[in-house]
């Protein structure tokens, strides 16, 4: 049910303007949702229900065992935009990140990486930067910087261990994404159902490299319990490019500052945001996020 202060937050983000009219529809509409103490958090809207119909993380795997790379990402993006995602997916989780001067600002990130399937019977799954601005666009949401990743990994209610496997030419294929996919699971032993978790993929992200490279993805992440990432801020690979060690989490292009609904990207030109959200100058967020 919709409450009045969620309708007040959809009547802002709808009132937006944005420099691209032709984006100007791809904005997140988060229904907010009432808690028993009052509290409002965002929820994906744009998201379809899942149906019953939909199938498994397994039975993906299984169909799209065989195909071409690229098939194989049109298929993915094709059962992600049909809501064939977990429900713990579409409640974001709060990230809270603190000004030299005290301020605070909430920002609301995906408790873990784009999957396919239900709750349980999940596959995270691999996606390329031109699948994972796909989903962004139609969804309204930002890939994540690295200084968000590192704020997630602080943050998260649970902290997995990476675990690299060989990297071999099998690396890309279904089933390694099946074999990381158990591994991930039997460590993570059921805990943190509900909760924030990191340290199992690198991240897709955005970087103001990627205008000297648009032909190539930005990867960061997959953090040690010491906080260090395995993976440094690369663009090695190109933008088709996607393994099993890689995963997508969206973030919300609104946050709270000091309660109040703000665009994040109004805030990269005060030096100490900046910091917290991307420590680059001139990141045009929005577009790394949703054009190829």
């Known amino acids: 049910m919709r409450t009045t202060a969620g309708l007040g937050l959809l009547l802002l983000l709808g009132s937006c303007a944005t420099s691209d009219t ?7 509409e ?25 199938e498994s993380g397994d039975a993906f795997l299984s169909r799209t065992d065989g195909m071409s790379t690229m098939d194989r990402q049109e ?53 390329s930067l031109p699948s994972a601005r796909q989903i962004a666009r139609e969804w309204g949401l930002y890939l994540p910087t690295p200084p968000l990743v590192d704020a997630i990994y ?17 690396m890309r294929s279904n089933a390694y994404y099946k074999r990381h996919q158990a591994s991930i699971e039997e ?31 930005a990867i960061y992440g997959w953090h040690w319990e010491e906080g260090d990432p395995i993976q440094p801020l690369s663009l090695v690979h190109e933008a088709s490019y996607e393994d099993y060690s890689h ?6 292009p609104y946050g709270q500052l000091n ?4 665009p994040l990207v109004t805030l990269l030109d005060d030096p100490s945001w900046n910091r917290e959200l991307s420590g680059e100058a001139s990141l045009d967020w929005e577009r790394l996020s949703w054009r190829d």
């Open 22 to 28: 032709s984006l100007s529809e791809h904005r997140a």
């Open 30 to 54: 988060p229904v907010l949702l009432e808690r028993d103490a009052g509290e409002t958090i965002p929820w994906l809207s744009r998201v379809p229900d899942r149906e019953n119909d939909h």
């Open 75 to 127: 298929a993915a993006v094709r059962e992600i935009l049909s809501g064939n995602i977990p429900e713990s997916l579409r409640e974001l989780a709060p990230l809270t990140l603190e000004s030299g001067d005290g301020a605070t600002l909430t920002v609301w990130v995906m408790r873990d990486y784009l999957a396919i399937g239900g709750e349980g019977t999940s596959i995270r799954m691999p996606l």
């Open 154 to 170: 602080e943050q998260s209610d649970l902290k997995l261990v990476p675990e690299p496997m060989p990297p071999t030419a099998e």
């Open 187 to 217: 460590q993570r032993n059921g805990r943190a159902a509900n909760g924030l978790l990191a340290g199992h993929k690198k991240d897709l992200v955005v970087s103001t490299r990627l205008d000297a490279r648009p032909d190539r993805v």
């Open 247 to 252: 995963g997508v989490r969206l973030i919300h």
């Open 259 to 262: 309660g109040e609904w703000v």
